[in-house]
């Protein structure tokens, strides 16, 4: 595939088939993480790969927030969860001088190369940012000084699942040349 075709080609899929993700395809898709740019070269990156069905059940029952469930999570046969490694010193400097939290750039960053690279292997993918944080740490033992960002599903797509197509705006809705609105 080309990454044009990756590009296109790349969903946010909400069911998966049972088959399990071979542990090349998730040696390669952390390897595409860890190849990934960050602020000062700092890698502050942290991810587990949790395939355990026990495990995931319980992120699907006990990790979610209330009004938004997703219990479709509990189909997918990997969920990878980003981290971020809050004591490194490039991080505490920049957040204090610019205001920015480069971790968490960093983050969308290598989990975005982590979506790229399972659409390349014909694997579907969905983030998830609405989890309770605490449980999350709690289930998977993750210690304080560790911040918790995102999920990730991923797994081979129910059929299904696979042609769902979302419109997306023109390019000339959402880019603009030299300044705000310039056209």
């Known amino acids: 595939m080309t990454l044009d075709e990756i590009l296109e ?6 069911g998966y088939a049972s088959q399990p993700v071979k542990e090349e395809g998730i040696k390669a898709i952390f390897e595409s993480a860890r190849v990934a740019p960050s602020a000062c070269n700092s890698q502050t990156w942290r991810f587990i790969a949790v395939t355990d069905r026990a495990l995931i059940q319980k992120i699907t029952q006990d990790g979610m927030l209330p009004v ?4 479709w999570i509990a189909t997918a046969p990997l969920v990878i969860v980003g981290c971020a490694q ?3 010193l490039a991080n505490r400097v920049g957040s204090l001088v610019t205001g920015i939290e480069y971790y968490q750039i960093d983050l969308g960053i290598a989990m975005e190369h982590m979506v790229l ?9 969905c983030w998830i940012g609405w989890f309770n944080e605490k449980k999350i740490k709690e289930i998977l033992e993750i210690p304080k000084t560790i911040k918790v960002l995102a999920l990730l599903t991923v797994g081979y797509p129910k059929d299904t699942d696979v042609n769902l197509v979302k419109k997306r705006k023109p390019v000339e809705e959402i880019f603009y040349r030299d300044k705000w609105k310039g056209r």
């Open 9 to 14: 080609a790349r969903r946010s899929v909400r």
């Open 68 to 71: 938004i469930r997703n219990a």
């Open 86 to 88: 809050l004591d490194i």
């Open 117 to 125: 690279k399972a659409t390349e292997l014909g694997l579907g993918t």
